[in-house]
């Protein structure tokens, strides 16, 4: 029986919902298996050791930005050139060759200058035993090479996207997200050490690349050992340009949303005390958390609507009117389902966080994380009139808001705490939530009133 029974306008195609709900199960499986693998790494490594994995970690994906958005841009361009349902077109070649081989280049020169840097000013953390030094050096130089390869299984992985593989992307993916924190763990049964567990997490990075490496060289009709050939053949600087030109600016709302995103904790830590910030940064961690079930129909979403759209500007006027109820039909049941969690989160939260916290912390956090519930859930919305915008190319447009957002924001949020304490952060993330969702709403009505064009590569 459905806890939620969704009106007939509100219901997916059942392909696209499935494909949907692969790419969440790839998202929070390996979510909940780094949850599950904490207690275990604290307990064998320690907590310093465990810090700086956990450092290591957030370093590494935070360079994942160095992709420059060239992976939703391979997703976007591959998936308008197999609009027609052409496979393996000289187009989608072209793309996939241009992006590989600039950011494998990109990857390989910075893991080197990191690396540099490592050698010459040693290592970034602070550590209380000097005898962890050694081991966190050699360490991170382990994990210098993951970086090349996460980049470039970015492009492959925009390529799969691209073609609507998300079955066989998310099978890969679970298992992957699953060894990345077991490695640790095993490695750690019979030595503490940071290095073999960097190992450990290299070389199923490794792993994991040369599977996907198969699978696109499998959906372009090329063997693994042919391929990186016909990909340096087909890479040029006239495709590169076109990609980056896209890229760039996914880059931009990249870099400006994670900033919007902690600047109130900077703000709280300047004008409130130090521990003010782990009273908000709990709740705030718990519940942003709420979009990636959205980010997951939206991974589905970006390159169906970027085909619909390449159609609808070529030989299929029909195709328009299909993008227009996509849209309708993943925010209706996206709002839907958000609702539900959102109240709830809602009526649980206070009891929640006295199960987990005690009651001080609730009685101090229970109303933020009600707010903040509300905030994400407007937020996670907001991602489905974001996402197709940039499915048919207002990357610039969107860019440019998450930009304008920034000032007016931190500003509110100083004038918000000086008046309101905590509070006052979370209505203004509220605030700041619906505003972002009304003015992406308002363009993509816009722009679904004009002639389609199509994304031009």
Request: proline share 5%; net charge positive.
């Amino acid at each position: 029986m459905n806890l939620i029974k969704m009106p007939k306008t509100a219901r997916l195609p059942r392909k696209f919902f499935n494909s949907a709900l692969w790419s969440l199960m790839g998202t929070v499986v390996p979510m909940f298996a780094a949850l599950a693998a904490v207690p275990w790494l604290m307990r064998y490594m320690g907590q310093e050791r465990l810090g700086v994995l956990s450092l290591v970690w957030v370093v590494i994906g935070y360079f994942s930005f160095l992709d420059m958005g060239l992976g939703r841009a391979v997703t976007v361009a591959v998936a308008a050139a197999r609009a027609g349902g052409q496979r393996a077109v000289a187009d989608e070649i072209h793309v996939l060759g241009s992006a590989s081989v600039l950011l494998m280049v990109v990857g390989v020169v910075m893991a080197a200058v990191l690396g540099i840097c490592v050698a010459i000013w040693g290592t970034p953390f602070k550590l209380s035993s000097t005898a962890l030094v050694a081991e966190v050096h050699l360490a991170l130089l382990w994990t210098l090479p993951s970086l090349p390869l996460l980049l470039l299984s970015s492009a492959l992985r925009g390529h799969l996207e691209g073609v609507g593989a998300f079955r066989a992307l998310n099978m890969l993916r679970i298992p992957t997200g699953i060894l990345l924190v077991v490695g640790p763990c095993l490695t750690a049964l019979f030595s503490p050490s940071l290095v073999w567990a960097c190992l450990g997490i290299f070389l199923v990075r490794v792993l994991h690349l040369l599977v996907l490496w198969a699978l696109v060289a499998a959906e372009i009709g090329h063997g693994m050992t042919t391929m990186p050939a016909a990909l340096l053949r087909h890479s040029t600087l006239s495709w590169l340009r076109r990609l980056l030109s896209f890229g760039g600016w996914v880059t931009v709302s990249n870099v400006v949303g994670p900033v919007i995103v902690y600047v109130d904790r900077f703000v709280i830590g300047a004008t409130l005390a130090a521990s003010s910030v782990a009273v908000y940064a709990v709740p705030f961690d718990m519940v942003s958390r709420l979009p990636v079930l959205v980010a997951a129909l939206c991974s589905v979403l970006l390159p169906e609507l970027a085909r619909l759209s390449s159609l609808a500007a070529a030989t299929d006027p029909g195709a328009l009117h299909q993008a227009h109820q996509l849209v309708r039909r993943s925010s209706i049941f996206s709002a839907a389902v958000v609702a539900f969690l959102v109240v709830l989160g809602g009526v649980a939260a206070p009891w929640a966080l006295t199960l987990w916290l005690g009651a001080d912390f609730a009685q101090q956090s229970a109303t933020l994380t009600q707010i903040l519930l509300l905030a994400f859930g407007v937020n996670a919305v907001a991602q489905i009139p974001f996402t197709a915008l940039q499915a048919v190319g207002k990357v610039r447009a969107v860019a440019l808001l998450h930009s304008a957002e920034l000032i007016p924001y931190a500003l509110l949020v100083f004038f918000a705490i000086s008046r309101l304490g905590l509070v006052g952060a979370a209505w203004a993330w509220l605030l700041r939530s619906i505003v972002d969702y009304g003015v992406l709403a308002w363009m993509w009505h816009k722009q679904s009133q004009s002639p389609p064009t199509g994304i031009k590569f």
